[in-house]
């Protein structure tokens, strides 16, 4: 077969303009400044939740006051499973930006980072870090993140009026929660108890990965256990107790009326404004809620799920997120974008961030304060964090398993569509597939 | 002259009809005319479909493979929310396939007869076809919410107390299927708009002088020389509803829980989830499914056809 020039030389020019696109958009960066002896610009990938594009934007400035030549160009991203596909797909493809913004913990391995991003091990930031942070962004003994964000509680948030109003003390068993529940529903005036919002499914499963450290208090070694599958919710009394937590809130009708169609904001604005009285959510919201409803810094606080044994109660705690750099950015943008995960993991970084928005949570780096005006439920943590014993990780930074359909099983078992043995039975079912797919040994 | 004359004959011979037994068939291209197309059809359409099937007896993530055999078919099927899927996909396939057949032939009798505004009355029952349909879906989340959505709003002000459409268990499915319905029903109208106007007037005069009311004429004219449409308007019905997913992905993402997923909708959480091997099988699964029934069903109503 002979080729005809034609055909060549139009495989030539396609070539030709591919590399040509290639090569512009790698240069992009340095040709703006021509004058600036090595300007870079760096792009920074990040969720599209309102307070994650304030801290990165500021973080992107802050950075850029003390680096002047360095520009970070904060691009976003969706949360959840959408974000996590996104993720996976462009460091499949080599496509990632220079530095960006995941989970750490399970979600963190099931990215192979060995594979796709680069070790951090040996920058000097590293021995700053707090030590169950570096955990989660630890495989295979390297460290691959700095820490975003502070620690998160997940926790009941409470109104503080409603239970000056009833006289109530916060719970440190769920019987004692239980009980002002009743009291509250009692007390009448539309508030509801419990605030539940399954029209956004995730907030749906706190009372389960919430209670994590009322399980490890009493089974203290369920979380290896579950990762040789040798545990199993369903037939872990202890670990049981989340799903019939979230059963037992329907069964006595504490929940607000909408619970089914009600998502976030809707319960926030029912707990800022006195109209329900517990809210077992993420303390990551809390900036987003004093946002929009400012009095709710002093309105609202924060204790741990109540589990059976008073003595034992204590905080179920989130790492922050971490920053990773993928192994496909390179020359002047990886080292722009090693001295951005230095920026973010030092004092300095902690204050840009406290400066975009309330603080989750104590921040993960030696030397880091939260400032003096933090919100109460915030200040609600510490508590827990500074008396030993009181706080610990959640499952998912303790162990790679974890199932996609938590969310969908506690909407139901919180709708009274399944009942709580039979929700955890199905999310036992649901882990089985995660821990195939990460070639877990034992499954 | 032999020649010549053998020619003709060669060619009636070899009519695509009746392909020559071992002897060369005659085309009117060369075979290079056909290979640009066959290349393309082999990379985006032959290789996909081999690959899949070969990958749904994988576990396989972005960067490796594995191969696990038949297991991915055998958690599939023992994944609870399959059975549930596949039940909500029959009955939301046959509903929504239904009411199309039987509004689209009232709405297209109705739009062929002599009404005022007829063009215009067309027009908007094939809007809602134009509209995206994760818009359609998204607007009527918000028109079906239980507290505040406009729908509910509407009733009470009629004293009654409406279902949370999307929330309750017992309804989301069959709200979504209505929506489904308004949306789609415009194409099945036209198409039977097309079927009833292509029906000789000689036909219908005929019947009247020999009597026949308004509904022995529809029963016994319109309808069964309808028959093509309807034919049409089932199979693409049904193979929608059967593939259907945006409308729910919009409205409940398969909840409240897992009562109103369909295959496609466990497939994309499974993908999402990153379980890509079991989605693969369950792609195989869904092609298997939509053929059982698809094919039987177009040759029997096909055949139904030729026999009038």
């Not at chain 1, 956004?200 to 256990?225: C, I, M, R, Y």
């Not at chain 1, 400032?371 to 162990?399: C, H, T, W």
């Not at chain 2, 032999?2 to 037994?21: I, K, N």
């Not at chain 2, 897992?258 to 994309?268: A, E, K, L, P």
Request: with cysteine; proline share 5%.
């Amino acid at each position: 077969m002979r080729f005809r020039p034609g055909a060549s030389g139009l495989a030539l020019l396609a070539v030709c303009s591919l590399t040509l696109a290639a090569c512009s958009a790698g240069s992009l960066g340095s040709s703006d400044d021509a004058g600036g002896s090595g300007a870079v610009e760096i792009t920074y990938l990040t969720t599209n939740q309102d307070q994650d594009v304030k801290e990165a934007e500021q973080l992107a400035k802050d950075f850029h006051a003390k680096n002047s030549n360095i520009t970070v160009k904060v691009e976003t991203r969706p949360g959840g499973t959408e974000g996590d596909n996104i993720i996976k797909t462009r460091l499949s493809t080599g496509d990632m930006v220079d530095v960006f913004n995941y989970n750490t913990g399970s979600l963190f391995n099931a990215i192979a980072p060995q594979k796709n991003l680069l070790s951090v091990n040996d920058e000097p930031w590293v021995a700053n870090l707090d030590d169950n942070f570096k955990k989660t962004v630890t495989a295979d003994g390297q460290v691959y993140g700095a820490p975003v964000g502070g620690f998160m509680g997940g926790a009941v948030l409470y109104s503080i009026p409603v239970y000056e109003k009833l006289g109530l003390k916060v719970p440190t068993t769920w019987a004692e929660f239980m009980a002002n529940n009743a009291k509250i529903k009692a007390g009448g005036g539309g508030v509801a108890p419990v605030i539940q919002t399954y029209g956004e499914t995730w907030t749906s499963q706190l009372f389960v990965l919430g209670d994590f450290h009322n399980v490890s208090a009493a089974e203290p070694d369920f979380a290896d256990k579950y990762t040789k599958n040798q545990a199993k919710y369903a037939t872990s009394p202890a670990a049981l107790k989340g799903f019939e937590h979230t059963q037992a809130v329907h069964d006595a009708g504490y929940e607000n009326k909408d619970f089914a169609s009600a998502k976030l904001p809707d319960g926030l604005k029912m707990l800022a404004t006195g109209k329900g009285a517990h809210y077992p959510i993420l303390s990551g919201v809390v900036a987003n809620m004093i946002a929009t409803y400012p009095d709710a810094a002093k309105t609202v606080g924060l204790f741990a799920l109540p589990g059976d044994d008073a003595s034992k109660n204590g905080l179920t705690l989130w790492t922050p997120g971490g920053l990773y750099i993928p192994k496909t950015t390179e020359g002047d943008k990886l080292d722009a974008a090693k001295k951005f995960l230095a920026f973010v993991a030092s004092p300095d970084g902690c204050a840009s961030q406290t400066k975009a928005g309330a603080p989750t949570g104590p921040y993960a780096v030696k030397g880091c304060t939260l400032g003096n005006d933090v919100p109460r439920a915030i200040k609600d943590m510490q508590p827990y964090l500074d008396k030993p014993g009181a706080s610990s990780l959640a499952l998912e930074f303790l162990s790679p398993v974890k199932g996609p359909s938590l969310e969908q099983i506690t909407v139901e078992v919180g709708s009274g569509i399944r009942k709580a043995k039979d929700g955890a039975a199905r999310y036992d079912e649901d882990v089985k597939k995660q821990a195939q797919q990460l070639g877990l040994a034992g499954w | 002259m032999t020649v010549t004359s053998a020619r003709p004959q060669d060619r009636v011979d070899s009519t695509p009809a009746a392909p020559a037994g071992g002897g060369k068939v005659y085309t009117p291209y060369s075979f290079w005319f056909y290979l640009p197309t066959a290349v393309l059809y082999s990379v985006l359409f032959l290789v996909p479909t081999f690959a899949s099937f070969y990958y749904s007896l994988t576990r396989w993530s972005l960067f490796e493979s594995k191969f696990i055999g038949f297991d991915n078919f055998v958690t599939f099927f023992q994944e609870p929310a399959l059975v549930k899927g596949f039940t909500n996909t029959l009955i939301y396939a046959v509903v929504t396939s239904g009411s199309k057949v039987v509004l689209g032939l009232l709405l297209a009798v109705l739009l062929t007869s002599r009404i005022v505004g007829r063009g215009y009355l067309r027009s908007v029952v094939f809007f809602p076809v134009l509209v995206s349909t994760v818009g359609v879906g998204l607007l009527f989340q918000v028109l079906m919410n239980p507290e505040r959505g406009i729908i509910n709003g509407a009733l009470g002000v009629l004293g009654i107390q409406g279902p949370g459409w999307l929330t309750d268990p017992k309804w989301a499915l069959m709200s979504i299927a209505a929506v489904d319905v308004w949306k789609g029903v415009g194409l099945a109208t036209l198409i039977y708009i097309a079927g009833i106007v292509s029906i000789p007037r000689e036909y219908m005069e005929a019947a009247r002088v020999d009597g026949a009311g308004s509904w022995e004429s529809f029963r016994r004219i319109v309808l069964p020389l309808c028959k093509p449409a309807t034919v049409t308007v089932i199979i693409l019905s049904l193979i929608g509803g059967l593939r259907s997913f945006e409308l729910i992905w919009a409205m409940t993402r398969g909840g409240p829980g897992f009562t109103s997923d369909v295959i496609s909708s466990v497939i994309y959480k499974q993908y999402q989830a990153g379980f890509y091997g079991l989605s693969t099988a369950g792609n195989v699964i869904l092609f298997v499914v939509v053929t059982a029934i698809i094919l039987p069903l177009s040759w029997f109503l096909n055949r139904k056809e030729v026999d009038m």
